[in-house]
């Protein structure tokens, strides 16, 4: 089987790698922690009355745990495990 990198890959490989090479040093935990803070925001905000704030935080939870999960599998698995498989 063949392995061709494209141009396009390439440069995507590297974005890719150069940006989860910083994000691989945020611990875990602080993701955790900014979904836990998203939540208490927006419970706070929706005592306050301010219900449409409190919708807008609140939706920052799942997006702060998908990328602690994405954090995490960097982390144990490297994104350039596929790559070097082939």
């Not at 995507?12 to 940006?19: L, R």
């Not at 706070?44 to 702060?64: E, H, N």
């Amino acid at each position: 089987m063949e392995s061709r990198v494209h141009k396009g890959q390439a440069r995507e490989d590297s974005f890719t790698g150069a940006i989860e090479q910083r994000t691989s040093q945020v611990p875990s935990t602080a993701y955790l922690a900014a979904a836990i803070s998203s939540m208490a925001a927006s419970a706070v905000l929706k005592i306050m009355g301010r219900s449409d704030w409190s919708l807008f935080v609140g939706q920052w939870a799942p997006a702060f745990l998908i990328m602690g999960v994405y954090n995490k599998m960097v982390k144990q698995h490297g994104s350039d495990s596929w790559s070097q498989a082939a």
